[in-house]
């Protein structure tokens, strides 16, 4: 203790960490200038930064969910399917203003629709079809209209569609077609 209190004394150097044995402050130094960076770090703007990242994932997830981004290669069988001049057995009148797209807001569009004129989806058509308002025809939104069916079955949707379709046995290749594709 002695060798250390005597550089404090009126005779010592004043040198108290060199008496102890540490040759400099630059470890402590060091230490304080890291916290001084910690000072200038803009937390708000980081929290920003990753709640905007899992904002656009969330997005991104959703868009694929709601088929307005395909998440598949192949479209073949879905643009057959949007047209209803492919099923020529099925003469219901209703399936004619029909086309059924994956979604009406699809980026980009991988199947068009083959009707002109009117968009559906669940806020005009309740999970069976039946139309609210007159309105449920046209280019109808699958993944919006389906959503409504609990659980999502292609036997569910199978049935829904032949019950648009008054029974028209015509239309029970396109009902089961749908059906399967969509389960």
């Not at 708000?44 to 709640?51: D, E, F, G, R």
């Not at 979604?103 to 669940?122: E, H, M, R």
């Amino acid at each position: 203790m002695r060798t250390y209190a005597s550089a404090c004394m009126p005779f010592g150097n004043g040198d108290l960490m060199a008496s102890m044995g540490i040759a400099s402050l630059s470890s402590l130094n060091n230490l304080t200038s890291l916290f001084s960076y910690f000072d200038t770090i803009d937390i708000t703007s980081i929290n920003s930064q990753i709640s905007n990242g899992v904002n656009q994932l969330a997005s991104t997830v959703g868009d694929y969910g709601w088929s307005k981004v395909p998440d598949i290669n192949n479209y073949s069988q879905l643009i057959f399917m949007a047209n209803s001049s492919n099923y020529l057995g099925c003469t219901d009148p209703n399936f004619l203003l029909d086309s059924y797209v994956p979604s009406n807001l699809q980026s980009p569009q991988y199947v068009s629709c083959a009707t002109a004129g009117n968009n559906a989806g669940s806020t005009e058509c309740t999970g069976n079809f039946n139309p609210k308002g007159g309105s449920c025809y046209g280019c109808l939104d699958v993944a919006q209209i389906f959503q409504l069916i609990p659980p999502t079955s292609g036997a569910l949707i199978t049935a829904a569609v032949m019950v648009r379709y008054s029974g028209n046995v015509g239309c029970a290749s396109f009902a089961s077609d749908l059906g399967n594709i969509w389960q």
